[in-house]
């Protein structure tokens, strides 16, 4: 059984939660990014955007800064297309502002915007009965429908463009493959990421992270009755 572990400085959300429950005086603020990625998948690199939230301010008046990944988009059928890229990356995002919220940590609850992408969408046509984030899943299996999750872990290296430099990173990305009602569906999270250049110093701590954030998902899917055997990198 893995131990529950607040990190030092925060680079979660959930240690942000814990470290305002010990009593710390937390401050939050928060900048995005949407940058443009090369991934090499397999023998099928493809070009993506991730959408990139930083999270800034200072714990007990030291400062602290971490990033997360809530969504990658692309126009092709290897991730969610761009446009329903934004609306997953808002739906975890707004997740994520609500527990701040609730533990009494004052952030400016913005989102991701299409106004900030530098490409054209096609307009998006989906069914708003379907469920398009991990928790709007868990919402339907607690109504009653039966649902088997099967997860699948890989680590997807990927080259993130910035102005003028590029950065080779490392992204442990989970996908779950779900059955429900005689139908397939495919969810994606990344659960951490770090520069592939520190390697040697990251890869333990970031999987360490991934597989908390994992933890938290399988607790929810056995709540919720999601049949899912449970994997960790």
Same mark, same amino acid.
């Given at each position: 059984? %893995?131990?529950?572990?607040?990190? +030092?400085?925060?680079?979660?959300?959930?240690?942000?939660?814990?470290?305002?429950?010990?009593?710390?005086?937390?401050? $939050?603020?928060?900048?995005?990014?949407?940058?443009?990625?090369?991934?090499?998948?397999?023998?099928?690199?493809?070009?993506?955007?991730?959408?990139?939230?930083?999270? &800034?301010?200072t714990v007990n008046g030291e400062e602290y800064s971490f990033r997360k990944c809530y969504c990658r988009g $692309?126009?092709? &059928?290897? $991730?969610?297309?761009?446009?329903? *890229?934004? %609306?997953? !990356?808002?739906?975890?995002?707004?997740?994520?502002?609500?527990?701040? #919220?609730?533990?009494? =940590? @004052?952030?400016?609850?913005?989102?991701?915007?299409?106004?900030?992408?530098?490409?054209?969408? #096609?307009?998006?046509?989906?069914?708003? !009965?379907?469920?398009?984030?991990?928790?709007?899943?868990?919402?339907?299996?607690?109504?009653?429908? !039966?649902?088997?999750?099967?997860?699948?872990?890989?680590?997807?290296? *990927?080259?993130?463009?910035? /102005? &003028?430099?590029?950065?080779?990173?490392?992204?442990?990305? !989970?996908?779950?493959?779900?059955?429900?009602?005689?139908? =397939?569906?495919? +969810?994606?999270? $990344?659960? /951490?990421?770090?520069? @592939?250049?520190?390697?040697? /110093?990251?890869?333990?701590?970031?999987?360490?992270? @991934?597989?908390?954030?994992?933890?938290?998902?399988?607790?929810?899917? #056995?709540?919720?009755? =999601?049949?899912?055997?449970?994997?960790?990198?």
């Open positions: 059984m %893995m131990q529950k572990q607040t990190h +030092y400085p925060p680079c979660r959300i959930t240690d942000l939660v814990e470290l305002k429950k010990q009593g710390a005086d937390l401050t $939050c603020q928060t900048t995005f990014e949407i940058l443009p990625v090369e991934f090499a998948y397999h023998d099928n690199p493809f070009r993506a955007h991730i959408f990139l939230c930083m999270f &800034n301010g $692309c126009p092709n &059928n290897l $991730c969610p297309h761009v446009s329903q *890229a934004v %609306m997953i !990356a808002n739906r975890y995002l707004q997740r994520d502002y609500h527990r701040l #919220e609730q533990i009494g =940590i @004052a952030v400016d609850k913005r989102l991701f915007s299409l106004e900030e992408m530098t490409v054209k969408y #096609e307009d998006l046509h989906e069914n708003p !009965a379907q469920p398009v984030t991990i928790h709007d899943l868990i919402a339907v299996a607690k109504a009653g429908q !039966a649902i088997r999750v099967e997860p699948s872990l890989e680590w997807v290296s *990927a080259v993130e463009h910035f /102005a &003028n430099q590029h950065s080779k990173t490392i992204f442990l990305m !989970a996908n779950f493959r779900i059955d429900r009602q005689d139908k =397939i569906t495919r +969810y994606e999270r $990344c659960l /951490a990421c770090y520069p @592939a250049e520190s390697d040697h /110093a990251e890869r333990q701590k970031k999987i360490t992270i @991934a597989n908390q954030r994992l933890k938290l998902l399988y607790e929810e899917y #056995e709540q919720a009755a =999601i049949q899912c055997e449970q994997r960790y990198f």
